[in-house]
Antibody
Framework: QVQLVQSGGELRKPGASVTVSCKAS????????LSWVRQAPGQGLEWMGW????????EYAQKFRGRVTMTTDPSTSTAYMELRGLRSHDTAVYFC?????????????WGQGTLVTVAS | DIQMTQSPSSLSATVGDRVTITCRAG??????LNWYQQKPGKAPKLLIY???TLESGVPARFSGSGSGTDFSLTISSLQPEDFATYYC?????????FGRGTQVEIK
C-alpha cells in the first residue's frame, strides 16, 4: 500500500536549521509530486510548497522562500524539507503529502507528521 | 492568496444527524476543491476531491457539492468515527490554501 514515513521529532534552538525526511513506498516515486504542510499547535493547515518526484522542480509559498529547501533522492524514494532560521513560531507538526500530478492536485496520502519544536 | 472561509467553525451533533459544512473561496477555484478529515494527533485524510468526487475507500455517507466559490461537505448520517475536524483546500492556484477547519463534536 502507498505509505509515507517521516523522520522523528526534533528540538532546535532559535536560529538553527532542521531537516525532515519523508520516505515513500508502495508506488513509483517519479509519478507523483510531494507537498509539505505544517500545523502549529491547535491551529490549521499551512501549505509550504511542493517538489516534483520526477525532476525535482519545486514551488515554494512566498512566505517560506529563502528559508526553505525541498529536495528528493529518487534512489531511495525519499523527500527532504530543510527549514532554516528557525523561530519559536515555526514550532509545528510538519507533514509530507503525496500530490497528484493531475489537474486536481489532491493530497491523497499523508505522512504521520514530524513535530519540530523551537525553544531555547 | 485565495482565502477559504469555512462555516461553522464548530458544531455539535448527534449520531445519525445530517451535517453540512460550507466553504467559500475568495475567488473562483473552479472545481479544484478538496475536503480532508483530521482526528487529534493524526494526519489529515482525503475525503473528497474535485469538489464532488469521493476518494476510494471513503464511506458513501460523505458527499461534496459546489463549484466556483461555494462548496459544501455533507455527512448524511453521522457516525461515531466521524467526530473530527474537517478542512477544505483549494488547489486552483498557488499558494494552495486551506480553510481554518470545522470541528464536529458530540452533542
Amino acid at each position: 500500500q502507498v505509505q509515507l514515513v517521516q523522520s522523528g521529532g526534533e528540538l532546535r534552538k532559535p536560529g538553527a536549521s532542521v531537516t525532515v525526511s519523508c520516505k515513500a513506498s508502495g508506488y513509483i516515486f517519479r509519478t507523483h509530486d510531494l507537498s509539505w504542510v505544517r500545523q502549529a499547535p491547535g491551529q490549521g493547515l499551512e501549505w509550504m510548497g511542493w517538489i516534483s518526484g520526477y525532476d525535482g522542480n519545486t514551488e515554494y509559498a512566498q512566505k517560506f522562500r529563502g528559508r526553505v529547501t525541498m529536495t528528493t533522492d529518487p534512489s531511495t524514494s525519499t523527500a527532504y524539507m530543510e527549514l532554516r532560521g528557525l523561530r519559536s513560531h515555526d514550532t509545528a507538526v510538519y507533514f509530507c503529502a503525496r500530490t497528484s500530478k493531475q489537474l486536481d492536485r489532491r493530497f491523497d496520502t499523508w505522512g504521520q507528521g514530524t513535530l519540530v519544536t523551537v525553544a531555547s | 492568496d485565495i482565502q477559504m472561509t469555512q462555516s461553522p467553525s464548530s458544531l455539535s451533533a448527534t449520531v445519525g444527524d445530517r451535517v453540512t459544512i460550507t466553504c467559500r473561496a475568495g475567488q473562483s477555484v473552479s472545481s479544484y476543491l478538496n475536503w480532508y478529515q483530521q482526528k487529534p494527533g493524526k494526519a489529515p485524510k482525503l475525503l473528497i476531491y474535485d469538489g464532488v468526487t469521493l476518494e476510494s475507500g471513503v464511506p458513501a455517507r460523505f458527499s461534496g457539492s459546489g463549484s466556483g466559490t461555494d462548496f459544501s461537505l455533507t455527512i448524511s448520517s453521522l457516525q461515531p468515527e466521524d467526530f473530527a475536524t474537517y478542512y477544505c483546500h483549494q488547489t486552483y492556484t498557488t499558494p494552495w490554501t486551506f480553510g481554518r477547519g470545522t470541528q464536529v463534536e458530540i452533542k
